[in-house]
């Protein structure tokens, strides 16, 4: 597995800065450019696995640049040019300090805390009566924020966000329409694929020039929980799981030996052949979700290829 990029150290011209998050790392030049890079690490309960997954970082960045084009009729982006397989290359921004999560059905976070009794998420009230993997009778926006201490996400309700002015009202409002006309366009690109579109996050941030637009990912299995919809009602009234297409997989493997990313806990060891069968997972999901054949990039050295791409592209 030595052929995966799990991290970097490049020196682009007019390099000022480097942010690394739990998948991307970010290289911030001073010409208000960013210079994006999806790498191949793995990141369940917040906690990011020891091995990298060949093609993931080249498969997530595919996914969102596709739908950041299908989506840019409606609401702007941050995204300039795709210079390699595994990078992005936009506008500098000034990230919004919430994630716009929006969910179409009863599932993942919000169907635990359903099932410990919970019908308030973030402020926004459940129906009674509801079954795991049910449809809401309209999608519910549950905000996300970074937790003071540490690096996990937190619930958080639009009344506290506007409160401690994490967001001002007006942003927040547009924030807010945008979300809701994001999951509507990716609920019809995933009705075309056979399949549905569960829950989602958004990020946004705003330009130098004070507009605000979508940046990170967007719509891919690390962020978005998708069914197939063939059979969807008939396993909903067996009681049965639903068929997802997301990295829940990978979350339920961990839970079943033994890991939720709490205190105390260590990561279960992956070998090399359950490595290969995530990385055949999210080949098969890039191949759903944009309805094309995977095509897999030269990984034989896959630093070098990222750097020559990107120097070029800046050369320009």
Request: proline share 4%; glycine share 6%; hydrophobic share 35%.
């Amino acid at each position: 597995m030595s052929n995966t990029i799990v991290n970097t150290n490049f020196n682009f011209p007019n390099q000022k800065s480097v942010y690394k998050g739990k998948v991307r790392e970010v290289y911030s030049l001073k010409n208000d450019l960013l210079v994006m890079v999806a790498t191949d690490r793995l990141s369940a309960f917040d906690v990011v696995m020891p091995k990298g997954i060949p093609y993931k970082g080249q498969i997530l960045n595919q996914i969102a640049t596709k739908m950041m084009a299908a989506t840019q009729d409606i609401v702007p982006n941050w995204l300039l040019a795709i210079p390699d397989p595994n990078v992005a290359i936009g506008h500098a921004c000034e990230p919004f300090k919430v994630e716009m999560v929006i969910r179409g059905y009863l599932s993942g976070h919000a169907a635990r805390e359903y099932k410990t009794g919970k019908r308030i998420l973030c402020g926004v009230a459940m129906p009674d009566g509801m079954k795991e993997n049910d449809k809401f009778p309209n999608p519910i926006i549950t905000p996300a924020t970074k937790a003071e201490k540490g690096d996990h996400d937190e619930d958080i309700s639009k009344e506290d966000i506007l409160n401690r002015e994490i967001v001002l009202k007006e942003d927040y409002e547009v924030l807010e329409k945008y979300t809701r006309a994001l999951f509507q366009r990716g609920t019809e690109i995933a009705a075309e694929r056979g399949l549905i579109l569960v829950d989602t996050k958004y990020e946004f941030g705003k330009t130098r020039a004070g507009k605000i637009v979508l940046i990170d990912e967007i719509h891919t299995p690390d962020s978005s929980r998708y069914f197939y919809a063939d059979g969807y009602q008939e396993r909903q009234d067996l009681g049965e799981p639903q068929k997802q297409l997301s990295k829940e997989f990978v979350r339920q493997w961990l839970i079943s030996n033994g890991f939720q990313g709490l205190e105390g806990q260590n990561v279960p060891e992956m070998s090399d052949d359950y490595i290969e069968t995530v990385s055949e997972r999210y080949i098969e999901l890039y191949e759903n979700i944009t309805g094309e054949t995977f095509v897999k990039a030269d990984i034989s050295d896959i630093q070098e290829r990222i750097e020559k791409n990107v120097l070029e592209y800046l050369k320009k």
